[in-house]
């Protein structure tokens, strides 16, 4: 079995301004982040899209504590972005101890920040997903 899109492609396409995934020919569905099967049906039969920055906030979280790289208090939301996938992303530009409920059903725009590596990842730089507040 052979990745039809590779982190180091999915990476190259995020810096590019590119936010790839993959849609399923059998089902339809786009999975996002990449994975080696279809999210929904586990299919092989898949191709490289490029999916819509733009999403909605379904939940919310304010992580206290944080891994290596980051700081802290850092708001997370699950965003499902206009495919219809779902995705875990940092929210960016808001303060952490006034967020609230009235933030779901926000609409967002995904980005991604780099940061360096650390002795957890093996030294490569990570590409976490992020979000920011449109409205």
Avoid: H
């Avoid at 994975?35 to 586990?42: A, F």
């Avoid at 899209?49 to 700081?71: A, D, H, M, Q």
């Amino acid at each position: 079995m052979e990745y039809k899109l590779t982190f180091s492609a999915w990476k190259d396409g995020l810096k590019a301004g590119k936010f790839l995934g993959l849609q399923c020919k059998d089902c339809g569905t786009i999975t996002f982040p990449p994975r080696k099967v279809c999210s929904n049906c586990t299919s092989e039969n898949m191709d490289i899209v490029e999916v819509s920055r733009k999403g909605k906030i379904l939940t919310y979280t304010v992580c206290i504590v944080v891994p290596n790289g980051f700081t802290g208090p850092k708001p997370i939301a699950m965003v499902e972005l206009e495919q219809g996938c779902r995705i875990m992303a940092d929210i960016i530009d808001i303060d952490p101890a006034k967020i609230d409920d009235s933030i779901i059903g926000k609409t967002v725009e995904m980005g991604y920040m780099e940061i360096p590596g650390d002795n957890m990842t093996g030294g490569d730089n990570r590409y976490p997903l992020t979000v920011k507040l449109v409205n």
